[in-house]
């Protein structure tokens, strides 16, 4: 430890309802336009385009980048559905592919989809109460399937990182899609 770096307690009020923080230190929207390439259906995200919702919110304390430390966010997906997919986060590896994630949901209904470079799946149903951990090594992606906000507490480690572009790249092999009435997991075409 150096004389610069000495970690401090930190303690935030959060909205289980909402997913807000009173104090975060970064928080932001993501909407369509940044992540439309991401659906199975394109003419029916380029017809949402004109409005461009918001599909998720994020809401984080920054915390030290380093592996004693802990980052801990709230992941708030909408519910909606791009043509019959549901609103999913992009999803992501951690840089520090050796790092895991714990997801407490607290609200609403939908899945957390997973999958190795190796390209072994999983998908865990997420509702309130219920907490997924994903291992080190595994991309992650929250889908909402309910009628309401998804919410999850998010914590992982300090230095943990994000690459996104990996999973941009390869996508991920499963979709989450609507069919007569109901949430169905199934293979990505193509
Ligand atoms: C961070 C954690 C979550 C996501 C959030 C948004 O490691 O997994 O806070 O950042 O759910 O998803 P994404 O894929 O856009 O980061
Ligand atoms: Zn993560």
């Not at 659906?39 to 029916?44: F, H, P, R, S």
């Not at 992650?140 to 996104?164: E, K, M, Q, W």
Request: glycine share 8%; proline share 6%; hydrophobic share 30%.
């Amino acid at each position: 430890m150096t004389d610069s770096y000495f970690p401090k307690p930190v303690d935030v009020k959060i909205n289980m309802t909402t997913g807000e923080l009173d104090s975060p230190d970064n928080a932001y929207d993501r909407k369509l336009s940044q992540m439309y390439t991401m659906y199975e259906d394109q003419e029916a995200a380029r017809e949402l385009l004109k409005t461009d919702p918001v599909i998720y919110k994020v809401y984080e304390k920054k915390l030290p980048e380093l592996p004693g430390e802990l980052q801990w966010c709230m992941s708030v997906t909408l519910p909606g559905k791009v043509g019959r997919e549901y609103y999913m986060t992009k999803g992501h590896y951690h840089a520090v592919r050796e790092t895991a994630e714990i997801y407490l949901c607290v609200a609403g209904e939908g899945y957390m989809l997973m999958e190795t470079e190796q390209g072994e799946v999983d998908i865990k149903k997420m509702r309130p109460n219920t907490c997924v951990y994903v291992p080190a090594y595994w991309a992650h992606r929250s889908i909402n399937t309910g009628g309401s906000l998804l919410i999850s507490f998010c914590v992982y480690p300090g230095h943990a990182g994000h690459d996104y572009g990996s999973m941009e790249t390869r996508g991920f092999q499963k979709r989450v899609v609507e069919i007569d009435g109901k949430p169905v997991i199934i293979d990505r075409e193509g």
